[in-house]
């Protein structure tokens, strides 16, 4: 894991100095509100519904125990007793006193954390596949690369003022978990498919909100060594040809759309062209020295099997169930990675006690080398389980209320904090969620229907990433009341796909209803092994139409 | 500041955050207050604009940032309820955790 240098600790020590100062001349009237709003968004404080919201980064989902502690400790002391995860990886305090924000920044530095380009028009806190280090189907660990982009991304004086924000994702797999083609730069590893050499994909113009997009390759492979140059010119082209007269229109989407994907690539190339490579891409010595904190953990040598871990399956149908869902293979024989879900039935998506923060804290540091990851879709994740070890983590779990058996399941629900929060929100996300994960929570009907991604977000800005939910869920305001849209066939993987508005919105009462309808359609129509989302894609929305309000199916009208 | 929003159809009460806290206050006869049974409502035309005055100067004076005029109904009881749903919940607190906001804090006093 990456640990910060001299320079890195003094850059975060300043900034939290900074803001003290900042909050103190906006007290003394030295700073106008106008003056301020930017600063305290720079540095993740939003003012929301019912009080100030504290965004705290966490580079690339990876968080050490330490950490995680501090967490609990700040929701503990300065919050509410708990935070929020979200689908950027981070986590979100939702009651924060802004008086109290510095002293909490000075609590995140101690433990090498901030909040720094949380919110604003900048490049954002650089997600990554949260499996990075352990899939057997990665080509490189994306952390390294995302480190390299957060170091080279941070207070860059250049891209302090875009357009409008700015999104990257890593992954270094074959499977993307990391969504990448729904950012504004999306990064896949591979291998060149002649040399073998070890690049880069490089993807523009992905995004959700209101005009979703899914990313377009702009470079099929580009050298290690050039990350960083190719990034600046994609940077400096959107920087300078990016709308500012439109925030609507204002995404890299937007001006890829417009400019169209031929003359955006050649505009990136010409700029690349012109830039001083070796002045911007990082020196081989930092980018070794940055890789080398990354290197595998002290794993030992074990057999692929453990008796153990057989024998406490055996013993316990609890275990056992929850071993089938909420595991991952990990590269490493003899271990496993884990979801620790926070989707409880009935639960809120994300949320996480302080309590429930040491525990996992105390589980990664005694069981997963001191690490754990935060997914985007809302669960953490101990990466580096041994099999022998399982059935102990999972008790810890079980007392914890962290263990229900439910990842990729359709009760895994991604929920943005919707109208119960944000004063963004034109509807509420998760009383949404809820009633669905109610409905659905029985095990044995969740893995019955097997994988089914819904996704809800309480308004167009897409926060919950409906629009590449196998099940999207868009809530609305319509003739004052909240209303809710339905979307099929989205995907987030890299066979990325928006959905398709299923038909007009319905009330929230009857949103689990209406996902029940198109839960059995899908079970009548599917061939065996076939999931949701690709008989989604066979069939098409036509069969499942009906299914959104009850209209009588074919078969019900042929039969009157 | 940025522009004053468009006035909402009267009855009306003055919602705002605190500057230094980010609670959700109302304004009442006396100055600010958290709970929204003592809001000053505003009936006419000059109810409205004392009431925005108050957010002017509550906003010059660093008491109150993003404050602005509600449209509620008064209840059986007198207490003026937003009429619009995000209104409700800003007075409240999320509908998810009866435990925490307004409601919590009314429930217990």
Redesign the interface.
């Known amino acids: 894991m990456y640990r910060y240098d001299e320079f890195d600790e003094r850059f975060v020590r300043e900034r939290v100095k900074q803001f003290r100062g900042q909050v103190e001349r906006?007290?003394s009237?030295a700073l106008s509100?106008?003056e301020f709003r930017p600063l305290r968004l720079k540095n993740g404080v939003y003012?929301?519904?019912?009080?100030?919201m504290l965004r705290i980064a966490v580079p690339y989902g990876t968080l050490n125990s330490r950490q995680l502690r501090q967490l609990a400790l700040i929701g503990e002391r300065y919050d509410?007793g708990y935070g929020h995860f979200t689908t950027r990886q981070n986590l979100q305090f939702?009651?924060?006193?802004?008086?109290d924000v510095p002293d909490i920044l000075d609590l995140l530095a101690d433990v090498e954390m901030h909040c720094i380009q949380t919110s604003g028009n900048c490049i954002r806190n650089v997600t990554a596949d949260h499996f990075a280090g352990i899939a057997a189907d990665e080509v490189e660990d994306p952390r390294p690369t995302s480190e390299l982009i957060r170091q080279w991304s941070s207070l860059h004086p250049e891209f302090s003022y875009l357009p409008r924000k700015f999104k990257i994702a890593v992954t270094g797999a074959a499977h993307d978990r990391a969504a990448v083609a729904a950012h504004d730069i999306g990064i896949r590893i591979l291998k060149h498919p002649q040399t073998g050499e070890v690049g880069y994909r490089i993807f523009v113009g992905g995004g959700l909100g209101r005009t979703p997009m899914i990313a377009k390759t702009v470079r099929d492979f580009l050298p290690k060594a050039d990350l960083l140059a190719y990034l600046e010119a994609i940077m400096r082209v959107y920087n300078l040809e990016g709308r500012r007269d439109n925030k609507y229109k204002a995404r890299v989407k937007i001006l890829v759309h417009e400019m169209g994907l031929e003359p955006f690539r050649e505009a990136v190339e010409a700029e690349f062209a012109k830039l001083d490579g070796p002045s911007v891409n990082a020196d081989p010595a930092e980018a070794a020295r940055i890789a080398a904190y990354f290197a595998p953990p002290a794993y030992e040598t074990l057999p692929a099997s453990d008796a153990s871990y057989e024998a406490a399956r055996a013993a316990s149908p609890d275990f056992a169930r929850w071993a089938d869902v909420n595991l991952f293979p990990h590269k490493v024989p003899g271990y496993a990675a884990l979801t620790i879900s926070l989707k409880p039935i009935g639960g809120?998506p994300g949320d996480a006690t302080s309590e429930q923060m040491r525990v996992v804290a105390d589980l990664a540091e005694r069981y997963s080398f001191d690490e754990l990851r935060v997914t985007h879709r809302q669960n953490l994740v101990l990466p580096h389980v041994k099999l022998s070890d399982l059935h102990a983590v999972w008790q810890a779990l079980v007392a914890a209320g962290l263990a229900t058996a439910n990842d990729g399941l359709i009760t895994d629900i991604i929920a943005c904090p919707g109208?119960?929060?944000c004063a963004l929100?034109?509807a509420?996300s998760?009383?949404i969620a809820?009633s669905i994960s109610q409905r659905f929570g029985s095990y044995e009907r969740q893995r019955e229907i097997g994988p089914l991604e819904i996704k809800i977000s309480g308004c167009i800005n897409a926060c919950g990433h409906h629009h590449v939910g196998h099940i999207g869920i868009l809530g609305l305001e319509k003739s004052?009341?909240?209303s809710y849209q339905v979307t099929l066939g989205g995907d987030a993987s890299e066979d990325a796909a928006l959905g398709v508005l299923l038909g007009p919105g319905i009330k929230g009462e009857e949103v689990p209803d209406a996902i029940e309808r198109i839960v059995a359609v899908y079970l009548r129509e599917r061939v065996p092994g076939e999931r949701f989302v690709d008989a989604v894609k066979r069939l098409g929305l036509g069969p499942f139409k009906p299914a959104l309000t009850g209209a009588p199916t074919r078969e019900l009208a042929d039969a009157h | 500041?940025a522009a004053a929003p468009k006035r909402p159809p009267l009855p009306a009460i003055l919602i705002a955050?605190t500057?230094?806290?980010?609670?959700?206050v109302f304004r009442a006869a006396g100055g600010w207050t958290p709970d929204p049974a003592q809001a000053l409502v505003a009936s006419d035309e000059a109810g409205a604009e004392a009431l925005e005055r108050e957010a002017a100067a509550g906003?010059a004076r660093?008491e109150v940032?993003?404050a602005y005029l509600v449209d509620v109904a008064i209840g059986t009881d007198g207490v003026p309820v937003p009429?619009?749903?995000?209104e409700r919940?800003?007075t409240l607190?999320?509908?998810?955790?009866p435990d925490?906001?307004k409601q919590a804090e009314l429930r217990r006093s």
């Open positions: 906006r007290l009237g509100d106008d003012l929301q519904l019912h009080a100030y509410r939702n009651w924060p006193k802004l008086k809120v109208l119960d929060y929100a034109t509420r998760i009383p809820q004052g009341q909240e | 500041m955050n500057f230094l806290e980010g609670e959700v906003f660093n940032v993003d009429r619009h749903f995000r919940f800003k607190g999320p509908s998810v955790r925490l906001g």
